[in-house]
């Protein structure tokens, strides 16, 4: 008869399978424990599952953030799980402040971001670094992320069923930063982050209740404003809504 998993060890496995679920895994099979091993001289730790339970690398205690990003990095690995891979150089993670309350997330990385492995450094980049200085903070106190990780071939927007596959990462990220406020740039982020499907002017204007508490707004995304700055305004006034929720003092302008 094997011995039941203590409670530390049980609050893992149960993180891990919730993870699988999350990434349309339903269906686990238990390894045979060997009556001959003592489980409790062999103890699961972090990084060294025991070989007699099921074969499963433990998630870190949530609290350590770099730590517990670096193991969803290490999850992805050299994914090749959508066909997004075939036109990679650089997958894109995400970067920033990992303690931030505030979390930008795009659609997926376009050529600058691919070449350099970081998402918003193009063009698009350059407008949302304005957006960000003009709410009174510095990109650095941001996370910045994408539903995808990988470039789709000519800019195209990703395809659900890629945005499907992905975005359990993305979900685990946002899980470990925690922030207060998620803004969602445009409508493929906010489609996937709110499982909903409308069209940007019934999305945007409005709060929605996310995970763990976290709120989330929707406006455009800054490659959109680029192409129809007449938008600006617009996305300004959603982000006057977020600076007003994170408690961020308004300014008497617009800015240009
Ligand atoms: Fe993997 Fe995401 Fe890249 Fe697709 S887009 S290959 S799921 S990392």
């Not at 970081?118 to 650095?140: D, H, T, W, Y």
Request: charge should be positive; glycine fraction near 8%.
């Amino acid at each position: 008869m094997p011995k039941p998993l203590d409670p530390q060890t049980k609050k893992h496995l149960a993180a891990r399978v919730k993870y699988y679920k999350e990434m349309g895994i339903h269906d686990f099979y238990r390894q045979p424990i060997d009556p001959n091993v003592d489980l409790a001289l062999h103890p699961v730790n972090e990084t060294t599952p025991a070989k007699s339970q099921a074969s499963v690398t433990l998630p870190p205690v949530i609290g350590d953030k770099p730590s517990a990003l670096k193991l969803i990095r290490e999850d992805i690995g050299e994914c090749t799980r959508c066909r997004l891979h075939k036109g990679r150089t650089n997958l894109v993670f995400g970067v920033g402040n990992v303690n931030a309350d505030l979390m930008f997330i795009g659609e997926g990385p376009g050529a600058d971001e691919d070449a350099k492995g970081e998402p918003f450094v193009g063009r698009a980049g350059q407008l949302l670094n304005n957006m960000i200085s003009a709410m009174g903070i510095k990109r650095e106190d941001v996370y910045i992320a994408n539903v995808v990780k990988c470039r789709p071939p000519s800019n195209r927007t990703p395809e659900k069923d890629e945005c499907d596959v992905c975005s359990p990462f993305l979900m685990r990220q946002i899980d470990v930063i925690k922030p207060k406020v998620i803004v969602a740039l445009g409508a493929v982020a906010a489609k996937t982050l709110l499982a909903i499907n409308a069209s940007m002017s019934d999305l945007r204007g409005r709060w929605y209740g996310f995970r763990g508490g976290t709120k989330l707004a929707v406006t455009y995304h800054p490659a959109f404003l680029l192409r129809d700055p007449r938008q600006k305004k617009e996305a300004w006034k959603d982000l006057q809504m977020v600076m007003t929720e994170l408690g961020l003092p308004l300014p008497n302008r617009a800015p240009e």
